[in-house]
């Protein structure tokens, strides 16, 4: 599950990087994924609507390979 989780965290990354590295919303910490297995943390961004919408597809990822993920949207900095 390790390997599942390192691949979805390198999907989070990539998908913001392809999506422009925007960096919108409020700054929060702490964002990830958090899963049965452990934690996808989120790409180094600080805009919370950012992460949220690049997390999308990371959810996706890990529902088609079994894993339920729930987004955590940190709190405020």
Not at 28 to 49: F, M, R, S
Not at 60 to 68: D, H, K, M, P, S
């Amino acid at each position: 599950m390790k390997d599942i989780l390192n691949q979805a965290e390198n999907l989070w990354y990539t998908t913001w990087i392809n999506e422009g590295k925007k960096d919108e919303g409020t700054c929060t910490l702490g964002n990830c994924i958090k899963t049965q297995y452990g934690k996808v943390d989120a790409p180094p961004v600080q805009g919370n609507v950012t992460k949220y919408q690049t997390a999308q597809p990371v959810l996706q990822f890990l529902a088609n390979n079994g894993i339920v993920g729930t987004y955590y949207d940190g709190v405020m900095d």
